[in-house]
């Protein structure tokens, strides 16, 4: 599925009185942390943000049999320490990952994520880079993120 067609699919899902505004699409390295590269929608609040997602795993860097498809999701929540331009947050987040190779299938828990990081919001994009705690190893997660409002075209 293209990516532009997972962010129509989301923006016709979202409840009607939700503005767009407080929504936007990301697409990041090791974001979600279970994975390589990843989509990942974010909704914010003044203070907060909680933010989802779905990443490709690519066989080579897990280690795991390369013919087949794995995939890695996340949920994590943000603490915005202010609003602006430059946004510090902390975040704490968990991760899942599943695969299908010739082998099999399976699935399970890759642990949870706290970190710290900054956006750098502009009207129309921001991006982000985040340092990260994942069952006591560092990880490294950077992005780019667009408003879907920006996205859809909506003036919500």
Same mark, same amino acid.
């Given at each position: 599925?293209?990516?532009? $067609?997972?962010?129509?699919?989301? %923006?016709? #899902?979202?409840?009607?009185?939700?503005?767009? !505004?407080? *929504?936007?699409?990301?697409?990041? !390295?090791?974001?979600? +942390?279970?994975?390589?590269?990843?989509?990942? @929608?974010?909704?914010? *609040?003044?203070? *907060?943000?909680? =933010?989802?997602?779905?990443?490709?795993?690519?066989?080579?860097? $897990?280690?795991?049999?390369?013919?087949?498809?794995?995939?890695?999701?996340?949920?994590?929540?943000?603490?915005?320490? $202010?609003?602006?331009? @430059?946004?510090?947050?902390?975040?704490?987040?968990?991760?899942?990952?599943?695969?299908? #190779?010739? =082998?099999? %299938?399976? $699935?399970?828990?890759?642990?949870?994520? +706290?970190? @710290?990081?900054?956006?750098?919001? %502009? #009207?129309?994009?921001?991006?982000? %880079?985040?340092?990260?705690?994942?069952?006591? =190893?560092?990880? !490294?997660? @950077?992005?780019?993120? +667009?408003?879907?409002?920006?996205? #859809?075209?909506?003036?919500?």
């Amino acid at each position: 599925m293209s990516l532009k $067609r997972l962010l129509i699919i989301a %923006a016709l #899902t979202l409840p009607y009185n939700s503005s767009l !505004a407080d *929504w936007s699409a990301n697409l990041g !390295a090791n974001n979600p +942390f279970t994975s390589n590269l990843g989509v990942n @929608f974010m909704y914010m *609040w003044p203070s *907060w943000a909680v =933010e989802a997602g779905l990443g490709y795993i690519s066989g080579v860097d $897990r280690g795991d049999d390369t013919s087949g498809i794995n995939l890695g999701g996340g949920v994590n929540g943000k603490y915005l320490y $202010r609003q602006g331009l @430059f946004i510090p947050y902390i975040q704490v987040g968990i991760g899942l990952s599943s695969g299908v #190779t010739g =082998e099999g %299938a399976g $699935r399970g828990s890759d642990g949870l994520l +706290f970190g @710290f990081g900054m956006f750098v919001w %502009a #009207t129309e994009f921001h991006i982000y %880079a985040s340092y990260n705690l994942v069952n006591g =190893e560092g990880l !490294a997660q @950077f992005g780019i993120g +667009f408003p879907l409002a920006s996205i #859809t075209g909506s003036k919500n």
